[in-house]
């Protein structure tokens, strides 16, 4: 999948209250701010997440389709969208980015594995990465969770077996709990350390689908073609 244009991503650290503020104008206007984490276990648990952490509410309208329109990717625009937010954090030290994702929905649709990989058929989310952000036409990685399926798609294809990203996911009664671990070190081979006042290119996106042939997309940043437009 191919969709929406990656924001930009603006690192600080959050002790420094007697410094002004530092800020990055994203292509498309929006900023998220990452916060030093610590001892961060992914596995869908944010119990291990410090209290106090910012939460971005995705607030775009939802695309959506019904039955076999999501195939042939005729999605149209819905009069609501999917609720949630996300908290974002950073270690220095591991050089990763940490990602906290909580979608509430009152039908927990998954697809069992057997069926195949389809992001239409079930709910998940999706994160995407650009490190070289500051290059026009720069690539963005994008990591995947469709129900229990995970992969990555957008990148070098050495990418993939060097596991930059990780995501576990919770699930309960009218929630699910994405948690994301991205290995900054290893997707730039060394070349790119998080430290405070940097930019990287960073979005999201989460689908929904319900046991009616509903399927419901929805992304933090505006735009289509996430992947690919990234010096939009």
């Not at 002004?20 to 291990?48: K, M, Q, W, Y």
């Not at 009069?79 to 996300?86: H, K, N, T, V, Y």
């Amino acid at each position: 999948r191919e969709l929406m244009t990656v924001f930009r991503f603006l690192l600080v650290v959050s002790l420094l209250l007697s410094l002004a503020p530092l800020r990055a104008e994203a292509h498309n206007g929006a900023v998220a701010v990452a916060v030093p984490v610590s001892n961060i276990t992914v596995d869908g648990d944010f119990s291990d997440w410090p209290d106090g952490l910012k939460r971005y509410a995705f607030t775009n309208p939802s695309f959506v389709a019904f039955g076999d329109e999501i195939d042939q990717g005729n999605f149209r625009v819905s009069r609501s969208s999917i609720q949630g937010s996300f908290r974002v954090g950073y270690s220095a030290i591991e050089n990763a980015l940490y990602v906290a994702v909580e979608i509430p929905d009152d039908s927990v649709f998954v697809v069992p594995a057997e069926r195949g990989r389809d992001g239409n058929e079930q709910d998940g989310c999706e994160l995407y990465v650009d490190i070289a952000h500051e290059e026009r036409n720069s690539p963005a990685a994008q990591g995947y969770i469709w129900g229990n399926d995970r992969g990555i798609m957008g990148q070098p294809e050495d990418w993939t077996t060097l596991s930059c990203f990780k995501v576990e996911v919770s699930r309960g009664d009218g929630f699910h709990r994405y948690e994301w671990r991205v290995d900054i070190g290893r997707m730039s081979e060394g070349r790119t350390q998080l430290q405070p006042g940097m930019a990287l290119g960073f979005d999201l996106s989460v689908l929904d689908r319900d046991g009616d042939d509903l399927c419901m997309w929805t992304g933090w940043g505006r735009g289509v073609n996430k992947v690919q437009a990234t010096d939009h």
